[in-house]
């Protein structure tokens, strides 16, 4: 018997530029197949990074009335939608009489939050004056709108915060949550987290950083993670949530169970506000930290999805933290980065990443890391290049690291009684 409250997943939910439900996420991630292509939402033909990973088949009137859909930023939507199907996928519904509200919290993660919204109103102030800009502004944009709309919409009564660790958002938010399950302060949570900055102002502010491919005569394989051709990284958007819940509460409820949440680490590179520690130690430190905190040794670990952007600077960096946690064993790991694949979902990458993850516990395939065709120097391990791979995986480790030196990494194992 454990000495602590267990916490599983018994909920997820995705919109992504894969698709906007698990299934056909998961099925067209083995597959292979890109979710980046030329820019639609707006005209980018004088930007020099003219491609992203949008959802393009998220339409907000499937989810949203008119007068809903106006008062949500599009970071807030998807994280709504994204809540909504995690939760209903739980087997719970809106009222369910079997959750107290009061023991049922929510945590999420944006890096950004509503950009969009602040684009919109700062032209409204500019161009109309004061007097003409929405009400709604600050409730938009806010980063803890996505908390406070999905409790609202659940009743989640417990604990309901938003973190904000640019790229490591989602993971850290998840993290919190793990804890607030242990702790005993509640039973369930929902938790993730939501991006939606494939702005004008967002890529236009990333690609002043060169941050970006400029890959524009090849979207789809630009995004290219541990490969010698790799440019920067593909701006994306989504939302990916889940429901933890304390393992005995889901057990009574016989809800079924798509893997345990094993353990978390978190840590700070200290070091530079946009590149990471070159060596790698502020990952190391996290994964190190979210091995012990799983009572997990290294060698135990079947696959790690890896942050993996695309950048010359970060994808050596995380092999090196890699190799300096798993040694020798670092050699047989399964590696892929979902990012070849969506592009880089900001604050939203841990959550949508998560689902992956668990996904390959549950199916025993490694998604492939797509456009790997030349291994880049330092990247010698093996990242899942171009085809995905059958492997039974017991446990994994998903990791996140963002501008500002946050580093955060998650454990998670095939459930057993």
């Not at 292509?37 to 990074?49: E, R």
């Not at 949570?189 to 090849?218: H, I, Q, V, Y």
Request: glycine share 10%.
């Amino acid at each position: 018997m454990s000495d602590r409250r267990r916490v599983v997943i018994t909920g997820m939910g995705l919109i992504s530029p894969l698709g906007n439900t698990v299934d056909v996420f998961w099925e067209r991630l083995i597959a292979g197949q890109s979710g980046i292509a030329p820019i639609a939402s707006f005209d980018a033909s004088l930007y020099g990074t003219r491609f992203g990973g949008e959802a393009r088949e998220y339409d907000p009137s499937k989810f949203f009335d008119k007068r809903e859909e106006k008062r949500l930023d599009r970071f807030a939507q998807l994280a709504v939608c994204a809540a909504k199907d995690a939760f209903e996928s739980s087997g719970y519904r809106i009222g369910d009489d079997r959750i107290d509200p009061t023991r049922f919290g929510v945590i999420t993660g944006s890096g950004i939050g509503g950009l969009k919204e602040l684009e919109e109103q700062h032209l409204r102030l500019i161009n109309k004056g004061p007097s003409k800009v929405s009400a709604f502004t600050i409730p938009k944009l806010m980063t803890n709108a996505a908390s406070g709309n999905i409790s609202i919409m659940l009743g989640a009564r417990g604990p309901s915060t938003a973190v904000a660790t640019a790229c490591a958002s989602a993971t850290n938010a998840m993290g919190d949550a793990i804890y607030a399950i242990r702790r005993g302060d509640v039973d369930i949570m929902l938790t993730g987290g939501a991006e939606a900055a494939l702005t004008p102002l967002g890529m236009s502010a990333f690609s002043a950083m060169k941050a970006l491919s400029e890959r524009n005569d090849e979207p789809a394989r630009a995004s290219r993670p541990f490969d010698r051709d790799r440019d920067g990284f593909v701006m994306g958007e989504g939302a990916g949530m889940f429901v933890f819940e304390e393992l005995e509460h889901a057990k009574r409820r016989g809800a079924q169970i798509h893997a345990e949440v094993l353990g978390f680490g978190t840590s700070a590179d200290a070091y530079h506000i946009t590149q990471p520690e070159e060596r790698g130690l502020g990952a190391a430190q996290a994964l190190r930290s979210a091995l012990v905190d799983s009572r997990v040794r290294p060698e135990q670990v079947d696959y790690v999805n890896a942050h993996g952007t695309s950048t010359p600077l970060g994808d050596v960096a995380e092999t090196l933290a890699i190799k300096s946690v798993f040694g020798a064993h670092a050699y047989k790991l399964r590696i892929s980065s979902t990012k070849s694949a969506i592009g880089h979902l900001l604050g939203a990458s841990g959550g949508v990443e998560l689902i992956a993850t668990v996904c390959s516990i549950r199916n025993s395939v490694i998604h492939p890391t797509i456009n790997l065709e030349n291994p880049g120097e330092g990247c010698d391990l093996n990242y899942t290049p171009l085809a995905a791979q059958d492997a039974k995986v017991e446990i994994a480790v998903s990791n996140s690291f963002g501008f500002g030196g946050h580093n955060a990494c998650v454990v998670v194992a095939k459930y057993k009684s």
